[in-house]
T-cell receptor
Framework: AQKVTQAQTEISVVEKEDVTLDCVYETRDTTYYLFWYKQPPSGELVFLIRRNSFDEQNEISGRYSWNFQKSTSSFNFTITASQVVDSAVYFCALSFPNDYKLSFGAGTTVTVRA | DGGITQSPKYLFRKEGQNVTLSCEQNLNHDAMYWYRQDPGQGLRLIYYSQIVNDFQKGDIAEGYSVSREKKESFPLTVTSAQKNPTAFYLC???????????FGEGSWLTVV
């Protein structure tokens, strides 16, 4: 069975602090895709990043970075120098080739205080 | 502007009535999806369609129906058989050959 776990329910930080969101997934498939989506108060789900299972290179994109480790089945996401506009619910998700249906974690609510 | 448009944004219905949520995309995407979100929870898949005139049940299809008569449209009907229809509904689409799903702005349905 495929499963995504986000153990952190809520995180509260002061502006300019770094925020790291944890995501652990379960699958026996060798080819899969991992995602992070952001859901601001408006409700729309915004795509942030995607990682393919065969590419463990970690990258930085602006204030976002991610750490993908197949050995521990983790796909953690970091926001550097957080801003109030980063306040949202963040979802980790998993999908597979063919239909690419997303399986979501329960989400982590991030609150950035000025 | 290209994108995924859901309407209406807010909808109120009486219990026992069917209601249809609209989802239109002008991105020329082949695949479309419907997800449901309950407060404080993740998203769950209702139905998806990878091609016109074909669709598949997701994890929570009971009480819902869909159609895919046109590539750009994937309406969702919430029937009276759905026991707890009050939720936030998100439509999404994916381009042919792509592996990323993009979402619309969502529709809030309240059944009283």
């Amino acid at each position: 069975a495929q499963k995504v776990t986000q153990a952190q329910t809520e995180i509260s930080v002061v502006e300019k602090e770094d925020v790291t969101l944890d995501c652990v997934y379960e699958t026996r498939d060798t080819t899969y895709y991992l995602f992070w989506y952001k859901q601001p108060p408006s409700g729309e789900l915004v795509f942030l990043i995607r990682r393919n299972s065969f590419d463990e290179q970690n990258e930085i994109s602006g204030r976002y970075s991610w750490n993908f480790q197949k050995s521990t089945s983790s796909f953690n996401f970091t926001i550097t120098a957080s801003q109030v506009v980063d306040s949202a619910v963040y979802f980790c998700a998993l999908s597979f080739p063919n239909d690419y249906k997303l399986s979501f974690g329960a989400g982590t609510t991030v609150t950035v205080r000025a | 502007d290209g994108g995924i448009t859901q309407s209406p944004k807010y909808l109120f219905r009486k219990e026992g009535q069917n209601v249809t949520l609209s989802c239109e995309q002008n991105l020329n995407h082949d695949a479309m999806y419907w997800y449901r979100q309950d407060p404080g929870q993740g998203l769950r898949l209702i139905y998806y369609s990878q091609i016109v005139n074909d669709f598949q049940k997701g994890d929570i299809a009971e009480g819902y129906s869909v159609s895919r008569e046109k590539k750009e449209s994937f309406p969702l009907t919430v029937t009276s058989a759905q026991k707890n229809p009050t939720a936030f509904y998100l439509c999404a689409s994916r381009p042919r050959g792509g592996n990323t799903i993009y979402f619309g702005e969502g529709s809030w349905l309240t059944v009283v």
